[in-house]
C-alpha cells in the first residue's frame, strides 16, 4: 500500500504524517504536480494529459517508495492523496494546476481518502467548487484551533474539545465546498478544516510541522517575505511537544482510513 504525495514546494516536508505513515507501513511516492506535467508525454498511462486518468488507473495498490510521477503513473493507484503547502496561490494560472485538481475531483469521487495542507486544502476547496480568495489577515505563528460541534463526531478530530495550538502560514482562505462539515476555526480565519464526505480533509493550519521544519521556514523567509510583518519572534518549540501528539492522533486516524 502507498500513498501519493504532491509537493509543492522543496520546504514542505511530510514531517508528523511521515512518521504516521512509517507506524502505519505505508510507504510515500512523492511526486511535484509540474514533475506529472513535464513527464505526461513519456507515460503511456496519461497519453491524453488526464491527471484523474493517473488516479484512476488501478485498484489495487503496492509499494512505491519516492516514485517519480511517470513511476507512479505506469503502476497502480495509491490508496490516497497528499497535498502539501507551498508560497504559490490555487488560483495561480500554473500548468501543473489543473491536472492536480482533476486528481482531486476523480479520488474524491472515487472514494480513495485525500488530505489537504494548507495550499493543499486550498486547491480541494477549489477542486471541489468552492472559492479561494486572500485571508483579511496573514496569520503566521502559533495560535489557538477552535473545534466546531461537528468535530466531536468526525473521525479524526473527535475527543479535541478545548482548543489547541497549531502553528500557521498562510495568507488566503477559501470557503467551504458545497456539502462539506466545518470541522475548526481559528480567530483570523474561520475555515481552518473541513470534510467532505467521508473521504477528503482540508487543514489550513499545518499540524505536520516538526520544530526543525518551522526553524527552517523561519530561516529561509528572514531576509524577505511575510516575517517583516510579524512583530513577535516565533519559537520553533514553543508548542511543539502537544502539537505533535494531537498530530499523532489525527494523521494516525487517517492512515486508518486507507484501504
Not at 499545518?206 to 510579524?230: I, K, N, S
Request: glycine share 6%; charged share 15%.
Amino acid at each position: 500500500m502507498y500513498v501519493l504525495a504532491f509537493k509543492h514546494a522543496p520546504l514542505e516536508g511530510l514531517g508528523f504524517i511521515a512518521a504516521a505513515l512509517e507506524r502505519h507501513h505505508i510507504a510515500v511516492a512523492q511526486a511535484s504536480a509540474c514533475e506529472m506535467v513535464a513527464q505526461a508525454s513519456a507515460c503511456e498511462v496519461v497519453a491524453q494529459a488526464s491527471a484523474c486518468e493517473v488516479v484512476a488507473q488501478a485498484s489495487v495498490c503496492e509499494v512505491v517508495a519516492q516514485a517519480s510521477a511517470c513511476e507512479f503513473a505506469a503502476r497502480s493507484a495509491p490508496a490516497g492523496l497528499i497535498l502539501m503547502g507551498g508560497p504559490m496561490s490555487a488560483n495561480d494560472d500554473l500548468p501543473w494546476v489543473p491536472h492536480e485538481l482533476a486528481a482531486i475531483r476523480e479520488a474524491a469521487n472515487r472514494g480513495i481518502p485525500v488530505l489537504g495542507v494548507c495550499l493543499g486544502a486550498q486547491l480541494i476547496a477549489r477542486a471541489l467548487g468552492a472559492r479561494v480568495y486572500p485571508n483579511t489577515e496573514k496569520e503566521i505563528g502559533w495560535s489557538p484551533l477552535h473545534f466546531t460541534e461537528a468535530a466531536a463526531a468526525d473521525p479524526l478530530f473527535h475527543g479535541f474539545s478545548g482548543p489547541e495550538t497549531v502553528f500557521q502560514w498562510h495568507a488566503e482562505t477559501f470557503d467551504l465546498p458545497p456539502g462539506a462539515e466545518h470541522l475548526a476555526y481559528s480567530s483570523a480565519c474561520r475555515h481552518q478544516a473541513f470534510r467532505v464526505g467521508g473521504n477528503v480533509y482540508g487543514m489550513q493550519f499545518h499540524l505536520e510541522v516538526t520544530p526543525e521544519m518551522v526553524a527552517d521556514w523561519l530561516r529561509q523567509d528572514a531576509a524577505c517575505g511575510d516575517l517583516r510583518e510579524v512583530t513577535a519572534p516565533i519559537d520553533p518549540c514553543a508548542h511543539a511537544s502537544r502539537l505533535a501528539e494531537v498530530a499523532a492522533t489525527v494523521f494516525d486516524r487517517w492512515c486508518g482510513l486507507l484501504h
